[in-house]
């Protein structure tokens, strides 16, 4: 296909400069549809970002369409197989040990309870299954379990993917023999905002992990969070980190930050609507051939901001009552929605979701 003989002629003032930066960089030329780059430059990321709006649309959908099918999107359920009490203080995160958001702590699930929920994700129609434990990084005894849950969500048929914390070279080699299809394990945000975030571990041991996955063999899905106080630069930082790794994610979560009461973040102001729509369309136009997932925080959104954020290019959700420890959309008004849109769940039989 002809990706886009994309110009950009731009009358508003507020985007003239940003417009001339875009054509310095040459991101409102015409560009291949197959051009995979990991050496994008931060100013080019930025130059993105900065373009007026519907050209940025355009040019995400122009590339969303060389690579993926337009009208289908990725439907994984996610499940806390281990909640709460984690060692680690990420300021975003209601399962920290160390804020008191009041949730409910519950140690490793049995195996056949996770198997009747992968069961009743896969009746509902989601064809990956997800299990989120928060640990700082697994011990081997709950490795065990872990890959004993992995056996049982592929023998139903389903993708499996877990995010477990940090892992070594050889527990990634494990979870890869145990049939692991895909582990999450996100950046979070840019190298320079990390700490502001994150201060029991660092943006390296979050790339070691990721070294470790790719090793093994996995599935990477690797992402980020926006909303968190971070600047239009560290969005910008945080996409290009991802679009520069030795070979992009096959699934990417941009997550809206769910402001939990209890977390040092409870209070931040949430980001603009439009900022969140524009860094999903950058992510799709830097990994064009990666799932951009919608991931947490859809219960805030419209019905038209998720719409808008699909035709910048978010091809993947998750679909079911909750994310790990928060709420997610129902499934019966997911079922509307991609209805109403005219959109399918990816590999789910096509009455699955609109029954
Ligand atoms: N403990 C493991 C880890 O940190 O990788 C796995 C679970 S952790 C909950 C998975 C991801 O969920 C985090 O990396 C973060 O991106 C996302 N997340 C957690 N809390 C969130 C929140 N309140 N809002 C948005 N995303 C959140
Ligand atoms: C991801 O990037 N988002 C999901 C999944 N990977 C594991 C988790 C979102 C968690 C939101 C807060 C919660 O429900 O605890
Ligand atoms: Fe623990 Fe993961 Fe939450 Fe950080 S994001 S506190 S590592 S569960």
């Known amino acids: 296909m002809n990706a886009a003989a994309i110009t950009t002629t731009t009358t508003n003032p507020a985007t003239t400069a940003a417009a001339k930066n875009a054509s310095v960089n040459n991101v409102s030329a015409p560009v291949a549809a197959d051009d995979i780059r990991n050496d994008w430059q931060l100013d080019e990321v930025e130059a993105l970002f900065a373009l007026p709006f519907q050209d940025l649309l355009f040019r995400a959908q122009t590339v969303h369409r060389a690579h993926h099918a337009p009208n289908t999107v990725q439907v994984s359920t996610l499940l806390s197989v281990k909640t709460g009490a984690c060692p680690e203080d990420c300021a975003y995160c209601p399962q920290s040990v160390r804020y008191d958001t009041g949730l409910d702590r519950e140690a490793l699930l049995a195996v056949a309870d996770v198997a009747a929920r992968a069961k009743a994700a896969r009746e509902a129609g989601a064809t990956r299954f997800c299990m989120g434990a928060a640990w700082r990084s697994p011990k ?65 041991d979050r790339l070691d992990t990721l070294e470790a996955v790719r090793e093994a063999g996995m599935n990477v899905c690797c992402g980020g969070i926006v909303g968190m106080g971070e600047t239009a630069r560290d969005r910008a930082r945080m996409l290009q980190v991802l679009a520069n790794l030795p070979q992009h994610p096959e699934s990417v979560p941009i997550n809206q930050l769910v402001a939990v009461p209890g977390t040092p973040l409870a209070d931040q102001s949430p980001i603009d609507p439009l900022d969140f729509v524009r860094t999903i369309a950058v992510a799709r136009i830097l990994m064009p051939c990666s799932a951009v997932r919608l991931s947490a925080g859809r219960e805030k959104m419209s019905d038209e901001l998720q719409a808008l954020a699909f035709f910048a290019g978010a091809n993947s959700i998750f679909y079911g009552e909750k994310l790990l420890t928060t709420g997610n959309p129902d499934i019966e008004h997911d079922r509307a929605l991609l209805t109403r849109l005219g959109i399918q769940a990816a590999g789910a039989a096509p009455t699955a979701l609109h029954a």
């Open 140 to 204: 081997k005894r709950d490795l065990e379990v872990i890959t004993a849950m992995i056996r049982e969500v592929k023998s139903l048929g389903l993708e499996s993917c877990a995010t477990l914390g940090m892992l070594s070279h050889e527990q990634a080699k494990e979870l890869h023999d145990a049939g692991l299809d895909y582990y999450n394990h996100n950046i979070d945000t840019s190298p320079e905002f990390y700490g502001k975030i994150i201060t029991t571990h660092d943006f390296k």
